[in-house]
């Protein structure tokens, strides 16, 4: 069954990519909520806020390392007999949306209020 492997990663890249774009807008709309009622901007502890500024960082360089890993594999393996280019597109682009979901994840944060 060709092209299985990189289906399975476009729609799983869809998912993360609706997820974000609905996290992202949920997230400003409990903003702007907040900003309405006047009620105060809750924070997250220092150390936590500093994680949430410096983790997609790190995340997105692992994901570039595992992408280019992926591609020097493909090529050298020379897995185009098992793999086909639509498997190795797909899980690119998997890699790239999870990257997208998670910086997204970390920038429009929904803090929940306590209580």
Do not use: C
């Amino acid at each position: 069954m060709p092209f299985v492997i990189g289906l399975f990663g476009f729609l799983v890249s869809g998912v993360l990519m609706w997820n974000a774009f609905a996290h992202k807008k949920a997230a400003l709309a409990a903003k702007e909520l907040r900003a309405q009622s006047g009620a105060p901007e809750p924070q997250l502890h220092p150390s936590l806020s500093i994680m949430a500024d410096v983790a997609p960082f790190f995340v997105t360089l692992f994901l570039i390392g595992a992408g280019l890993l992926f591609v020097a594999a493909f090529f050298a393996l020379r897995a185009d007999g098992f793999f086909t280019l639509v498997d190795l597109v797909g899980v690119l682009a998997m890699l790239a949306a999870y990257g997208y979901w998670f910086t997204i994840r970390t920038q429009y944060r929904k803090i929940e209020d306590a209580g």
